[in-house]
T-cell receptor
Framework: KAGVTQTPRYLIKTRGQQVTLSCSPISGHRSVSWYQQTPGQGLQFLFEYFSETQRNKGNFPGRFSGRQFSNSRSEMNVSTLELGDSALYLC??????????????FGPGTRLTVL | QKEVEQNSGPLSVPEGAIASLNCTYSDRGSQSFFWYRQYSGKSPELIMSIYSNGDKEDGRFTAQLNKASQYVSLLIRDSQPSDSATYLCAVNKGTSYDKVIFGPGTSLSVIP
C-alpha cells in the first residue's frame, strides 16, 4: 500500500498571504488529522476529519481551516499568514472507525516558511 | 501539568545497552498509547501501539503500560546507532473520536 502523501513538501510565503496544503491518506483510511510541529511547541493537534466531517478541533485560531473530500483526501488552509505559522505541517491517516484506538500514520510533512 | 510528559533528554546510551524511555499522562480515560520515532528532518514513524496493561514486545522494542499509575514506557534492547532519534509518546484520549496528544519527545543518542 502506498503511504500518506503530502504536497507541496516545501513552501515559502510572506506575511498576509494564504496557503493550502494537501494530504492523500492511505488507501482505505477515512480519517485524516493535521498537526503543526515547531521546535518550541512540539506536535500540536489542529483538526481531524472523518467521512468529510470535522470530528475534532484543536486550539488554533480560525485562520486555520480544513476540509475533506469524498475520496478522503484532505486540505488545510491558513489565511493571513503570520511569522509564527512557520512550521512543519503533518498529516496523519488512520482507518477512523475505532475511535479512541486508531493507529495514525504520518505523511512526510510540508515545511512552511513565512517571511 | 502537561497532558503527556516524557523524561527530559537527551538520553545517551552505549551501543548494545538497553534504552529506557518513560511517559506519563494525565487523563485516566485514555484508551490507547503509542510510541513514535522521529529522525531529524523526518516525520514521526509509528513503532509501537499498546492498549492494555502489561508488556508488549516487538523485536528489540518492548512497550509497558500501567494504567493505574498512568505510565507508559518503551525499552529498546541491544541499542544501535540507528536508534538515535527523538521518541514521541502519544496518548489517544478520545472516545467518540480520536484525540491524540503527543508528549514533547525524548532525544536518544546511541554511542558506538
Amino acid at each position: 500500500k502506498a503511504g500518506v502523501t503530502q504536497t507541496p513538501r516545501y513552501l515559502i510565503k510572506t506575511r498576509g498571504q494564504q496557503v493550502t496544503l494537501s494530504c492523500s491518506p492511505i488507501s482505505g483510511h477515512r480519517s485524516v488529522s493535521w498537526y503543526q510541529q515547531t521546535p518550541g511547541q512540539g506536535l500540536q493537534f489542529l483538526f481531524e476529519y472523518f467521512s468529510e466531517t470535522q470530528r475534532n478541533k484543536g486550539n488554533f485560531p480560525g485562520r486555520f481551516s480544513g476540509r475533506q473530500f469524498s475520496n478522503s483526501r484532505s486540505e488545510m488552509n491558513v489565511s493571513t499568514l503570520e511569522l509564527g505559522d512557520s512550521a512543519l505541517y503533518l498529516c496523519a491517516s488512520s482507518p477512523g472507525h475505532q475511535a479512541g484506538y486508531n493507529e495514525q500514520f504520518f505523511g512526510p510533512g510540508t515545511r512552511l516558511t513565512v517571511l | 501539568q502537561k497532558e503527556v510528559e516524557q523524561n527530559s533528554g537527551p538520553l545517551s546510551v552505549p551501543e548494545g545497552a538497553i534504552a529506557s524511555l518513560n511517559c506519563t499522562y494525565s487523563d485516566r480515560g485514555s484508551q490507547s498509547f503509542f510510541w513514535y520515532r522521529q529522525y531529524s528532518g523526518k516525520s514521526p514513524e509509528l513503532i509501537m501501539s499498546i492498549y492494555s496493561n502489561g508488556d508488549k514486545e516487538d523485536g528489540r522494542f518492548t512497550a509497558q503500560l500501567n494504567k493505574a499509575s498512568q505510565y507508559v514506557s518503551l525499552l529498546i534492547r541491544d541499542s544501535q546507532p540507528s536508534d538515535s532519534a527523538t521518541y514521541l509518546c502519544a496518548v489517544n484520549k478520545g472516545t467518540s473520536y480520536d484525540k491524540v496528544i503527543f508528549g514533547p519527545g525524548t532525544s536518544l543518542s546511541v554511542i558506538p
